[in-house]
């Protein structure tokens, strides 16, 4: 029987000198600082050791990362370091066991850890770190320049390949000037937001300042490599650190582990949402508890809010309108063009398709505030009516439990649909 299984954190960068092996410790402390009862395990790849210099107290340890793959089970590896931390110690010479790139998954599902284990990959795309990728459960991708943007692709590609949840995929901005202006007085963190999102990619809200005090603290006249939290809390990057370390625990709280069955059939696998309040639990109309066992999935492409509505107020969004009735597949692109004066003249275009993107019927929805139009709104979007403007709602609705919408399969059949659908509202995409 499967014993517990840690939910996996991989720093990755094809790039060297993006700060990934800074970010991958000073996550694991802060994880620990916020949540002491949360175990955090880390473990690198690499062969620099910065791992060791900040977590161990002993001088040799009884195993190294190495081991993972020797068939022990990886809660007999691990060593207790500083600050609570659980390490694996790194390894000078570390040779490929075979060339399977799934045998790390299968021992970390393995593994009979709970907790977070961080994973701090090599800046090449080797056996390892393909092994790191494809065992993630979140991914964070530092960049700090164009080149390290640029070589994003082939992680991302890498991941999606292997059939994995490329919603696990973030880019995080690292070592950010924010003195240094490019062209027309855009700053480099601002630069790299907008290129990442043309590319598709998803970036973080925070980011890590670039900052002498904290790259002292790996280069000093002593062994020990030290944490930000107890070395330079007075830094904008403590803050920094710690935003990131919130976020990888609202992933981590949003995230539902796979069946044994999802390592042989990644479509099998349910995964987060990408944020965990981002993810309504309620059905927006009614809000009453919807676990996606019936009804539809909506999702806001403003604010990315999705979750669940149920069957009976989905039909009641479209009560005596063109719409009805309703097919017993399909989808509907809900659409606010214009900002209403009043909130009682709030109106959706709605749009209705079935299954296969084919456009079926239209009408004008009005959604009066003395109605329950207000409460959906709010719901879906996350935001009061009178910031509504410009929005665009996805509604979906399939013979199986709409909560398989969050399923690898899913997630590919919305991204086809969704891309179908807004092509015929808006005639381009």
Not at 60 to 85: C, I, T
Not at 173 to 186: K, T, V
């Amino acid at each position: 029987m499967a014993g517990r299984v840690p939910f996996v954190v991989v720093v990755a960068s094809e790039k060297g000198g993006v700060g990934k092996t800074t970010i991958a410790t000073n996550l694991a402390v802060y994880l620990k600082a916020l949540h002491e009862d949360l175990p955090v395990t880390i473990a690198s790849f690499d062969n620099h050791f910065s791992v060791d210099a900040m977590f161990a107290i002993r001088r040799a340890a009884a195993a190294s990362v190495a081991d993972l793959f020797g068939g022990r089970p990886a809660r007999d590896l691990v060593d207790l370091g500083e600050y609570g931390v659980q390490y694996l110690a790194s390894e000078r010479s570390l040779l490929p066991p075979d060339d399977d790139p799934h045998h790390l998954k299968r021992v970390l599902h393995q593994a009979d850890l709970d907790g977070i284990f961080i994973l701090d990959t090599r800046p090449i795309l080797d056996y390892f770190t393909r092994s790191a990728l494809l065992a993630a459960d979140l991914v964070l991708v530092p960049v700090k320049d164009r080149p390290s943007l640029v070589n994003a692709a082939s992680l991302l590609l890498e991941v999606r390949g292997a059939g994995g949840a490329t919603d696990k995929f973030w880019l995080l901005p690292s070592l950010i000037d924010s003195r240094l202006r490019l062209r027309e007085h855009i700053g480099v963190r601002e630069f790299l937001v907008e290129s990442a999102r043309e590319r598709g990619y998803q970036v973080l809200d925070t980011f890590i300042s670039k900052s002498p005090k904290v790259e002292s603290l790996t280069t000093n006249l002593s062994s020990r490599v030290y944490p930000v939290l107890t070395h330079a809390r007075h830094t904008a990057v403590h803050a920094q650190f710690r935003q990131l370390a919130d976020f990888v625990l609202q992933c981590r709280q949003a995230f539902v582990p796979s069946s044994p069955q999802s390592l042989h059939d990644p479509a099998q696998a349910v995964m987060p949402s990408r944020l965990s309040h981002r993810q309504s639990r309620q059905c927006p109309l009614c809000g009453e508890s919807a676990d996606g066992s019936e009804g539809g999935f909506f999702q806001d492409l403003r604010s990315r809010r999705q979750g669940f509505i149920h069957g009976g107020c989905l039909q009641m969004l479209v009560a005596d309108s063109l719409l009805e009735p309703l097919p017993d597949q399909g989808g509907m692109v809900w659409r606010i063009d214009e900002e209403a004066l009043h909130e009682d003249e709030l109106c959706f275009s709605v749009h209705l398709f079935e299954e296969s993107g084919d456009e079926l019927a239209a009408d004008q929805v009005s959604l009066n505030p003395a109605g329950r139009g207000q409460a959906f709104l709010q719901a879906t979007t996350g935001r009061p009516l009178a910031e509504l403007y410009r929005e665009t709602l996805m509604l979906f609705w399939t013979a199986a439990a709409p909560r398989e919408f969050l399923s690898q399969r899913g997630r590919r059949t919305v991204a086809c649909q969704r891309k179908k659908m807004l092509r015929e509202v808006f005639g381009r995409l």
